[in-house]
């Protein structure tokens, strides 16, 4: 079979091309044990709980064994799970539904490690140009995508 | 459709809940009334009406005591007015007692449910209705004066009306206090007015990953002058090293730029929600998008069931 070579500039025409490019909500229903939906980039794994098996992997943060959190003062959270550079609510939830999460801080937690969400009851996560997302009961870690630098840095927006 | 009607605070508190579609397209043709006015707001600022419209309001909440009203032409204005810091017109600290561009949606609210038969017992939302007619917004700071801010002279939006251009300020007010943007992410003017000063060094050394996008979209003048990503890795030299189709991710390439030491890699990517075109930088070791991606995500070995 032949395969089509590239060049740079196809290639990022075919990758505009085939993007779908409009926000859709997913209403994540049924998540499984260390499955991850990615919103932009922060990624919600799903875990047992929120002191017991993580993340699996080979990367900062990941290990599967039990580890200790710290509840996040209600006063403390604005609601928004990552902070970006540039102005926009981003990765926030909503408020009517922050009553139905409890937020926790991890301990020793790297760059890329991010709240461990303990949802209650179904929780919208909003942001302005992904789409998004409906989280149902059970432990999220969130999860920070990693920047290319010496030291361990997540991406900033 | 179900609504409960009270009035809490002096104001009319609505809740709506089981519309059908075919009232949530009556309820859209408001809101699309009043976005536009909010998009093509009126030229002349009407300041002694809307004082008289403050003082109505001021009276109806029971706000009282002492107020002061002052004018001003932007927010740049309202920061030096009030903190003489006008560098900083976000940290003015007070309450938007109304606001067109947010507001726009509440009045299609009011003007939906009186059409269905609401009768409304406070006039807050017809008093808003006339100042929209006067002024953008009205400030409350926390000395008690109100601000009334002129309307924007210039908004300009891109097709998801966010604020966006390409030749200039996507919004100016009176006093000729403006900023930029590049779909709806604020920039320097420079990269907007002077696209031909970014450099591919410039771009090489950005750090953030929203800056080095539009970076690469301004390249060389922007797409309007022949210049952009096709631009950008022609003069760069970009070879592409391997592209894969993946279920959420879309089509992705992993691509290299610049050679020995200075070789950087990067993942090709779109955003599927917003379709911006990311290059994320990988370890110049990365031969294939799966890869990348595993790297990107911090090494987890979890399984991906979406991406918004």
Same mark, same amino acid.
């Given at each position: 079979?032949?395969?089509k070579?590239?060049?740079? =500039?196809?290639i990022?025409?075919k990758?505009?091309?085939?993007?779908?490019?409009?926000? =859709?909500?997913?209403?994540w229903?049924?998540?499984?044990? $260390?499955?991850? $939906?990615?919103?932009?980039d922060?990624?919600?794994?799903?875990?047992?709980?929120?002191?017991?098996?993580?993340i699996?992997?080979?990367?900062?943060?990941?290990?599967?064994?039990s580890?200790?959190?710290?509840?996040?003062?209600?006063?403390?959270?604005?609601?928004?799970?990552? =902070?970006?550079?540039?102005?926009?609510a981003?990765?926030?939830?909503?408020?009517?539904?922050?009553?139905?999460?409890?937020?926790?801080?991890?301990?020793g937690?790297?760059?890329?490690?991010?709240?461990?969400?303990?949802?209650?009851?179904?929780?919208?996560?909003?942001?302005? =140009?992904?789409?998004?997302?409906?989280?149902?009961?059970?432990?999220y *870690?969130? *999860?920070?995508?990693?920047?290319?630098?010496?030291?361990?840095? *997540?991406?900033?927006? | 459709?179900?609504?409960? &009607?009270?009035?809490?605070?002096?104001?009319?508190?609505?809740k709506?809940s089981?519309? @059908?579609d075919?009232?949530?397209?009556?309820?859209? /043709?408001?809101?699309?009334?009043?976005?536009?006015?909010?998009? &093509?707001?009126?030229t002349?600022?009407?300041?002694?009406?809307?004082?008289?419209?403050?003082?109505?309001?001021?009276?109806?909440?029971?706000?009282?005591g002492?107020?002061?009203?002052?004018?001003?032409?932007?927010?740049?204005?309202?920061?030096?007015?009030h903190?003489k810091?006008?560098?900083?017109?976000?940290?003015? #600290?007070?309450?938007?007692?109304?606001?067109?561009? @947010?507001?726009?949606?509440?009045?299609?609210?009011k003007?939906?449910?009186?059409?269905?038969g609401?009768?409304?017992?406070?006039?807050?939302?017809?008093?808003?209705?006339?100042?929209?007619?006067?002024?953008?917004?009205?400030?409350?700071?926390?000395?008690? /004066?109100?601000?009334?801010?002129?309307?924007?002279?210039?908004?300009?939006?891109?097709?998801?009306?966010?604020?966006?251009?390409?030749?200039?300020?996507?919004?100016?007010?009176?006093?000729?206090?403006?900023?930029?943007?590049? &779909?709806?992410?604020?920039?320097?003017?420079?990269?907007?007015?002077?696209?031909?000063?970014?450099?591919?060094e410039?771009?090489?050394?950005?750090?953030?990953?929203?800056?080095?996008?539009?970076?690469i979209?301004?390249?060389?003048?922007?797409?309007?002058?022949?210049?952009?990503?096709?631009?950008?890795?022609?003069?760069?030299?970009?070879?592409v090293?391997d592209?894969?189709?993946h279920? &959420?991710?879309? /089509?992705?390439?992993?691509?290299?730029?610049?050679?020995?030491?200075?070789?950087?890699?990067?993942?090709n990517?779109?955003?599927?929600?917003?379709?911006?075109?990311?290059?994320?930088?990988?370890?110049p070791? /990365?031969?294939?998008c799966?890869e990348?991606?595993?790297?990107?995500?911090?090494?987890?070995?979890?399984? #991906?069931?979406?991406?918004?």
């Amino acid at each position: 079979m032949e395969t089509k070579v590239y060049t740079a =500039e196809e290639i990022a025409e075919k990758i505009l091309q085939d993007c779908p490019g409009k926000p =859709e909500t997913k209403d994540w229903q049924n998540p499984k044990m $260390h499955e991850c $939906h990615w919103q932009g980039d922060v990624g919600f794994v799903m875990v047992k709980s929120v002191t017991e098996n993580g993340i699996p992997g080979s990367g900062p943060g990941c290990e599967l064994r039990s580890y200790s959190t710290e509840a996040v003062n209600e006063k403390d959270f604005t609601g928004q799970l990552a =902070e970006g550079e540039t102005l926009g609510a981003r990765h926030i939830i909503a408020p009517s539904d922050r009553s139905k999460v409890r937020v926790y801080r991890l301990t020793g937690a790297t760059a890329l490690d991010g709240y461990v969400l303990d949802v209650l009851a179904p929780i919208e996560v909003t942001h302005p =140009e992904h789409g998004h997302v409906f989280l149902h009961e059970g432990t999220y *870690r969130c *999860r920070h995508q990693r920047m290319y630098a010496d030291e361990l840095r *997540r991406v900033l927006d | 459709m179900k609504i409960e &009607h009270e009035v809490k605070n002096g104001m009319d508190d609505i809740k709506m809940s089981d519309m @059908t579609d075919q009232e949530i397209a009556e309820l859209s /043709t408001f809101i699309i009334k009043w976005r536009d006015r909010a998009l &093509h707001p009126p030229t002349e600022n009407k300041f002694e009406e809307a004082e008289k419209i403050i003082r109505e309001l001021c009276k109806v909440v029971k706000l009282e005591g002492n107020l002061k009203i002052v004018e001003c032409q932007s927010p740049k204005h309202l920061a030096t007015i009030h903190s003489k810091d006008s560098e900083n017109p976000s940290k003015v #600290q007070g309450t938007t007692l109304f606001n067109l561009m @947010t507001d726009c949606v509440t009045l299609a609210v009011k003007e939906f449910v009186q059409s269905k038969g609401v009768e409304l017992k406070s006039p807050v939302f017809d008093l808003f209705g006339k100042l929209a007619d006067c002024v953008c917004a009205a400030y409350l700071t926390d000395d008690n /004066t109100f601000y009334l801010m002129a309307f924007p002279t210039v908004l300009r939006f891109d097709d998801r009306i966010r604020f966006h251009s390409e030749t200039g300020p996507a919004f100016l007010f009176p006093d000729g206090y403006g900023e930029y943007y590049h &779909h709806g992410f604020k920039i320097d003017k420079r990269l907007v007015t002077e696209p031909e000063s970014i450099t591919l060094e410039e771009i090489r050394s950005e750090t953030n990953a929203e800056l080095k996008r539009i970076k690469i979209d301004r390249y060389g003048g922007g797409t309007n002058k022949g210049g952009g990503v096709a631009k950008y890795l022609r003069d760069s030299k970009a070879k592409v090293i391997d592209v894969d189709t993946h279920t &959420h991710n879309g /089509t992705r390439a992993v691509i290299s730029i610049g050679e020995g030491r200075d070789e950087q890699r990067y993942l090709n990517v779109a955003d599927p929600s917003s379709a911006r075109i990311y290059y994320m930088e990988i370890p110049p070791a /990365t031969m294939t998008c799966q890869e990348a991606d595993v790297w990107l995500a911090g090494d987890m070995q979890v399984a #991906q069931v979406g991406r918004t």
